[in-house]
């Protein structure tokens, strides 16, 4: 038997709660893991609330991300003992996830834990961190480079916009910082951000083109917010999109793209090649400073993930969530 957050879908409505499960329900896969640690990212907000149609197939255990030991395994490249790290490939919406002592899941999905990391940092990471990677990956990919002027950051006080700023500030690049929290400058200036702009103007319609001032972006935002940094960047400047905490419309001209030459590089973490997700592990190794962690995450036990849940949702939580399923 091992506990978990199951969420059901029938007559009596949508519910989350924390449940004992027996190990014949665990669905198909060829490695067993023993789940250490997960976390509680927007999506699994969704989910827990079912404030979004994320949940795909009923009963679920969310948890988009886990690390863990493995007990069990029939894949080639994953053996018993190893200590693992899952993010995305649909778990936690079509094949249950990390929030629960234990998933089993496809080997192919795994990704060794980089030796710079404990179990617990690692998911301080998490999708959230690994996505901010893919971000940084895709200015550098595009010739984003520290000399070429400001990248903003939207979103900057959430997961992905904390672990971005300390990535982009630790590899030389002036950080500005979006927020609509003004009471989080001093946490976001401590991660890296050399200055802090009011999320309201950008969260507006604005026009095509604005004042050219970023050389660069990482939004988690969309809707208006990435229309109007996309209208603000410089002549071929990039913006890496990842989010749509303010919506999944794009309410913008193609004026940016084509007078400009800005381009809109959209980042996927959820099946993002797995050599991909190899190098962002890696790069996060040699990058990210585990001391700045602790400032982003902070640690909840599981049944506290369901009512931080709807916290997370309405922007209410700083930086990452640990879920420590094990208490």
């Known amino acids: 038997m091992f506990?978990?957050?199951l969420i059901e879908k029938d007559e009596a409505g949508y519910r989350a709660g924390v449940t004992e499960l027996d190990d014949a329900r665990l669905p198909e896969g060829d490695v067993t893991v023993r789940v250490a640690y997960s976390t509680l990212n927007y999506k699994d907000g969704l989910a827990i609330t079912g404030k979004g149609p994320v949940v795909r197939s009923f009963p679920m255990v969310p948890g988009i991300d886990l690390v863990g030991t493995?007990?069990?395994?029939?894949?080639?490249?994953?053996?018993?003992?190893?200590?693992?790290?899952?993010n995305g490939w649909g778990v936690g919406e079509t094949h249950w996830g990390g929030l629960a002592q234990r998933a089993r899941l496809k080997g192919d999905w795994l990704?060794?834990?980089?030796?710079?990391?404990?179990?617990?940092?690692?998911?301080a990471i998490g999708t959230a961190g690994y996505t901010a990677m893919l971000c940084v990956m895709a200015l550098e990919r595009h010739g984003v480079t520290p000399d070429k002027g400001e990248i903003l950051v939207t979103g900057a006080a959430g997961?992905?916009?904390?672990?971005?700023?300390?990535?982009?500030?630790?590899?030389?690049?002036?950080?500005?910082?979006s927020t609509g929290r003004p009471e989080e400058a001093d946490y976001l200036r401590a991660l890296g951000a050399a200055d802090i702009v009011d999320r309201a103007q950008f969260s507006n319609p604005g026009k095509p083109l604005a004042k050219e001032r970023w050389a660069g972006a990482v939004d988690t935002v969309g809707s208006h917010t990435l229309a109007n940094v996309c209208a603000s960047t410089k002549y071929r400047g990039v913006v890496a999109a990842c989010g749509l905490a303010q919506g999944m419309d794009l309410p913008a001209t193609v004026a940016p793209f084509i007078l400009r030459g800005v381009t809109l590089a959209g980042v996927d973490s959820v099946y993002c090649p797995r050599p991909e997700r190899l190098e962002a592990w890696e790069r996060l190794a040699a990058t990210l400073d585990p001391t700045q962690l602790e400032r982003i995450a902070h640690e909840i036990g599981l049944a506290e993930a369901i009512p931080v849940a709807a916290d997370l949702l309405a922007g209410k939580v700083r930086g990452r969530i640990v879920v420590d399923v094990n208490r």
């Open 3 to 5: 506990k978990a957050i």
């Open 70 to 86: 493995v007990e069990e395994s029939t894949h080639a490249g994953v053996k018993a003992g190893d200590t693992v790290v899952l």
């Open 111 to 123: 990704v060794p834990l980089p030796a710079a990391f404990t179990p617990r940092q690692a998911m």
């Open 159 to 177: 997961g992905v916009g904390s672990v971005a700023v300390t990535l982009l500030a630790k590899l030389g690049y002036t950080v500005v910082a």
